[in-house]
């Protein structure tokens, strides 16, 4: 890869990134931001080959994002980092077109392996997602309820979940509170929910948001 972003908010993880980006060599540009605005202003201002992407705490409307991104830049190879090694989050992450997933915890070694990964175009999950994944598997997990959602319900789901009012998820998903309320009654028929602390209480279950 010859231009990495790397979109991290916080200092401190964002020079570690830095450092081991330059670490492996994989890149001759490497450019840092701290928000999904500069990262949209650096995307606009040139072609970039590689992005390192940090999950928000709340990364409820952050797949389709990830998705859009992947849409209009096929050739843009993400590497999402995650706050936990959650497997729903690792499934979601590559359906949206990552190339990888790696919890914030990963070691440098799982980090240099990764980046390794990217730049043959191949995707990456170090062994320790693999097995979380298959535990999940083993156990139905493909068969979760909230997997019946597509991405704007299971948004909705996150942020009702997180304690969000209708009006201020409209907001945040830039969309019309009837369209959120629409969202919610569809969560609720598919999901048979009968009220708003259910929702949160399968949110926090799952552990669907931060």
Known sequence: MQNVLIAEPLDIFRAGLRQ??????IARQIHTLASREELDSALRRQRWHGLLFALPAEPSDTFSYLRNLHQQLPELRILVFGNQPAAHLTVRALKAGA???????????????????????????????????????????????HDTLSEREYETLCLIGSGHSLSDIATRMQISAKTVSAYR????AKMQFRNNAEMTYYVVSNQLAS
């Not at 009654?185 to 609720?188: D, E, K, S, V």
């Open 99 to 145: 190339s990888g997933y790696l919890p914030r915890t990963a070691s440098r070694t799982e980090v240099l392996a990764a980046l390794q990964m990217l730049t043959r175009g191949k995707k990456y999950l170090p062994p320790s997602m693999m097995e979380i994944i298959a535990d999940n598997l083993s156990t139905d997990w493909e068969q979760a309820r």
């Open 185 to 188: 009654a569809r969560i609720m």
């Open 20 to 25: 081991l980006v330059e670490e492996s060599r």
